[in-house]
């Protein structure tokens, strides 16, 4: 159960040791509450308080002895409310943000931002919506294709340097950590550093992307294999070959800038003309687009298109434009993607 409640000048008696509840401290002082402070169980209820709280926000610091502090408070009619032990500090989490809507990240996400002490976030993250998600202190590390604002080892360090300055740390990054996320990287850089590190899992873009255009990346007796393509460079002549060869759906990120590169090296490889393809770009975001095409036409067709986008290479593309006629499932894609959007 969850209640809103406006705590705008209230009184709230946060309890836990300082470690513990370092956290919910921020939490209330942002919510605008007017914070004190227990941090052992000793003492009468409200000693040396100016006031009766408005509420006791009771942190679990594994002490012994809250509970009857706990009970004394509600016996005098005070709410008590639970809250989390603020995550433990010196360690980074690498979370996977999803494609870019908070409705798309997972439970184990959002804990792990609740519990921040600090959030390291990309632009392709779903950093619009962190400041209802977390109390932490949020940092933009987003990079632009071309315009790195901070250097990849330059994010290393200064997650590194924070945990190591007692900071839990959030690494949160679009998509999925290892799906093109230089996640591997930057796991190194902690062991490197003796830093402990986890990793959380995200939703990739490779596959909610097209999703969100209606498009499944497989589908029975269409396409029973899916390979995942960075165009960030061109690709070698062979590696064109192989995925012509392959007969599945390709999936290509950052693929805007060697679209035609990628067209005109499948076509040599032998690909149909008619195969049909699509760009959705800025999936589950304002501006969704999704423009289809196919191999001989794309090239003209995505001229005006821009990152962040998916493309996608396959018959699949034509499942999508087929379920889109009809007014079953699949045309709810659309309008499950403008929920998401919350439009
Ligand atoms: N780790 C990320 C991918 C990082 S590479 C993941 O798993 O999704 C960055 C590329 O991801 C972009 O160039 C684009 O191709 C794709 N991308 C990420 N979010 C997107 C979005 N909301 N809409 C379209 N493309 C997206």
């Known amino acids: 159960m969850q209640l809103s409640i406006d705590l705008t000048g209230r009184e709230v008696l946060v309890t836990g040791s300082d470690q513990a509840a370092r956290q919910a401290v921020r939490r209330y002082q942002a919510a605008g509450a007017v914070v004190s402070r227990l941090s ?46 603020a995550g433990a500090p010196g360690q980074v989490t690498l979370v996977g943000g999803g494609p870019g809507t908070s409705e798309l990240l997972t439970v184990a996400a959002t804990k792990a931002l609740r519990d921040a002490d600090v959030v390291f976030y990309d632009r392709l993250a779903p950093y619009q919506e962190l400041p209802s998600l977390t109390s932490a202190k949020l940092v933009d590390v987003g990079k632009k294709p071309g315009h790195h604002k901070v250097s990849q080892g330059d994010i290393e360090k200064l997650m590194v340097e924070s945990a190591v300055a007692g900071n839990n740390v959030v690494r949160l990054k679009g998509g999925d950590p290892y799906v093109f996320g230089r996640g591997g990287e930057e796991v190194a850089a902690c062991v490197a550093a003796g830093v402990k590190v986890r990793v959380i899992s995200g939703v990739t873009s490779a596959i909610s992307v097209p999703a969100a255009a209606g ?63 699509a760009v959705v770009e800025r999936g589950y975001r304002p501006g969704q687009r999704t423009t289809i095409a196919d191999l001989g036409t794309i090239a003209s067709a995505a001229a005006g298109c821009s990152n962040p986008a998916v493309l996608v290479i396959g018959e699949v593309v034509r499942v999508a434009e087929a379920n889109r006629g009809h007014a079953g499932a699949a045309a709810d894609l659309d309008r499950l993607a403008a929920s998401l959007l919350g439009s």
Request: hydrophobic share 40%; charged share 15%.
């Open 40 to 85: 052992s169980p000793q003492g009468g209820p409200f000693d040396g308080l100016p006031e009766r709280p408005f509420l006791v926000a009771a942190v679990d610091d594994g002490q012994p002895g809250w509970k009857n502090f706990l009970d004394r408070c509600r016996a005098a009619g005070i709410p008590v409310a639970a809250e989390p032990a």
């Open 215 to 277: 498009i499944p990346v497989t589908h029975r007796e269409v396409s029973h294999m899916f390979t995942v393509v960075s165009g960030h460079a061109p690709l070698t002549a062979k590696e064109h070959e192989h995925l012509a060869g392959l007969g599945g759906t390709i999936v290509v990120l950052m693929g805007i800038g060697t679209l035609h590169q990628l067209a005109a090296g499948l076509s040599r490889a032998g690909m149909r003309p008619d195969m049909p393809m």
